[in-house]
């Protein structure tokens, strides 16, 4: 309606193409031909969460932000289902013969269905959650009625590969694996629906910043790994150095894990990223995994080594045109051993909603408490909790908030919910269009490995930069210290705690081995607790958590507090100095920078700075703030 509106009062120009800065969006950086200290234009007008966007803006940064989720909603279904061929070689390995060939292609045509399916599930949960959407005869929503994007969750991809093999150890097939694996998620997903009903404050005690920044660097941790046996060729060869064990998914290349083409290709892709960070523009940075993938994809596609292609189109010429939901369904059913693991990664999920949704605030300028802020972290629980829902009856892995778009919030400036829409809108173009999926099947693993690793690095940062919004005082320190001793140390040794599944629950080598009688529900639950003891995420965050409850509070040292507000306000002074020193540089003839505001202009009023300096002394005394805008 307020595009219509616009059209009807203001004309066609502002309904369509609006007033925004496009120089800015789209002109590339020159950081080496510049002068010192000269500025760049001046950014584009924010737009606020609630206000309308002409359909040509409101389209393009949409874009942005379907392009730049884009990798985050294509990974899961790629990574788990090569992951999950090269744990059954003898069923997957197409020179063992014709039967394992076509069970090859068969699971291929499933990932890229899901990969399609993934894109259309995440375009209709982010329009749902940008909506505010209540709840007939109560108090609540569902959605937070801000620009949360919703996108496949990768903290899952952790944990769907062991849950599947475990199944089909027991002779089930793929599909009837998918299956089981669906089912679980439709009945533990309704845990982070009953933690959307609970009160904000005690969110807050029991998730402070560092216990989630803990577990979402380690969700980082282990998927890097994930990443980097891709980038070496493949899952499946990753234990198997050399050429008796070729690596599959590069084309017609078969070449032993971590030869030099591969890993060739992989880093010509560190490389573009390099340089698009360097020189793009902030629609190309916004979204350079894609401009990464896109330039490694064109390097492989005509590049071959001794004859052999990199890329080959049989996939995306076989594909239909178009797809949908439901082209692919699979039986529904209860892996009894993947619901421990699976209730604790959708508290992982709520954990890093309610940090994403705080900084989606931040980055929308809207206040990150009271009532307000405790409607939108509520609506996005319940938000992930029916999308999530949908996801896992559309055969979808499940779906949650995606914390890279704050990014693009706070650089494009613009808040307004209809880019979300558009967004949406996007997302769904792209997964309706099948031979978009095909075309993703087609890039070869070490072209596909190196920007995973840039990718699962970034969770690493993000979850640093969490862990840092809290006062690192003693006992902060010994809880993360402890929780990341477990947590990487099971990310690099996993053997360490190997959960006995399959063939290895004869081993006797483990602390809870199979033993021979042991009853069927006695043994789910033994494997439910050793997959959930071998995901690094779970047993550093169990660990973060039970220390945080347990380990007291330590008094407040108000001579360390004066030092650090000491150095925060001298080294504030000299960025203040060296900003004025920049300017007088790029133009010394003014008297009076215009970018400066006046002092009479930098007053802010009274209620306002009482608000700020009383946040900064809550921080102080090392209250939990929320989480800030990444």
Known sequence: MGFINTYKTEGAKAAFIGDYDWKFLCSPRWPYCKKEGSSSYKPPPFFAHDEHLSLAVALSIGL????????????PALLVFNVVMGYFPEIYDPSLGEEQAANREAALDTAQYLVSASLICSGLGTMMQVSTIPIPFTKYQIGTGVLSTMGTANQYNAIFPVILYDIMSRGYSLDEAWGKLLGTIMLCVWLEGLISFIPNRILKKIFPPYVLGITVMLIGVQLTGAGMKFWGGGVGCSGCAGSACPCLGNGEVLLGFGSGPYIAMGFAVFLLFLVVEIFGSPFIRNTMVIWGLLGGYAIAAMSSYEGARF???????????????????????????????????????????????TATEHASRLRPSGPDHAKRIQGGLLGDTVATFFAALATTPPNTTLSQNNGIVALTRCASTEAGFACGFWLLIFGVIAKIGAWILSIPNCVLGGALCFLFANIIVSGIKLIGFHRIDRRTHYIVAASLALGVGTALVPAFSSPGIGASAEKPNQWWPYEEGMSDALNSFRVGVMISINTPYFIGSIAAMILNMIIPHDEVDQEELDVEQEWAEYDSEAETEDLVAAKDIEDPEDPEDPTVPHKAEKEEPEEVSDKVSEEVSEEAVGVEEPIKSE
């Open 64 to 75: 942005q932000h379907a392009l730049c989720m884009s990798t985050n909603i294509i990974t």
């Open 311 to 357: 890329v080959t189109t049989d996939r995306m010429e076989s594909s239909p045109a178009f797809t949908f939901l439901w082209v692919y369904t699979f039986p529904i059913g209860i892996h009894g051993p993947a619901i421990i693991p699976m209730l604790f990664a959708f508290c992982v999920t709520a954990m890093e909603t309610f940090g994403d949704v």
